[in-house]
């Protein structure tokens, strides 16, 4: 497997305080960092049936996915929505997973919903020019 470098933003803050004025001060620096990454996303290669709750595609990053899903409405037109998770394990080896995610989390889901939302554009473009996969 071949790693990508994905550039993430981070914002740190610092606080200070002025001198005789008594109140707090807060500076904002932006800082770029790179990480690298495995390949960031796995697409399922079969479409499911309309009336399945299987998602059409799948995007991971380090225990993080976000599960894209296609719907109908009773007028036939497909939209889509995203479910993100976090999978970790539990103290007696069990799998779980949760929607709550940690403060080093939210860069990676950041990343995600980028890529779900790339993902859904090609989806939606293949589907209005008669594209199947």
């Known amino acids: 497997m071949s790693g990508v470098d994905v550039p993430l933003p981070h914002i740190m803050q610092t606080a200070g305080s ?3 004025q008594g109140r707090s001060q807060i500076q904002q620096s932006r800082v770029d960092f790179y990480i690298s990454s495995p390949i960031l996303f796995m ?4 479409k499911e049936s309309s009336g399945s709750n299987k998602p059409v595609q799948r995007l991971s990053l380090r225990g993080i996915s976000a ?23 539990e103290a007696d080896g069990e799998f779980k997973t949760t929607n709550n995610f940690s403060r ?9 919903s980028r890529q779900a939302w790339l993902s ?10 008669g594209k199947d996969d």
């Open 18 to 20: 002025k001198i005789g």
């Open 43 to 46: 697409k399922n290669s079969s």
């Open 67 to 89: 599960s894209i899903f296609e719907n109908t409405t009773d007028k036939g037109v497909a939209f889509h929505k995203v479910s993100i998770t976090r999978t970790y394990r």
């Open 104 to 112: 080093d989390d939210l860069p990676l889901v950041a990343e995600l």
């Open 120 to 129: 859904i554009m090609k989806l939606e473009s293949d589907q209005s020019s």
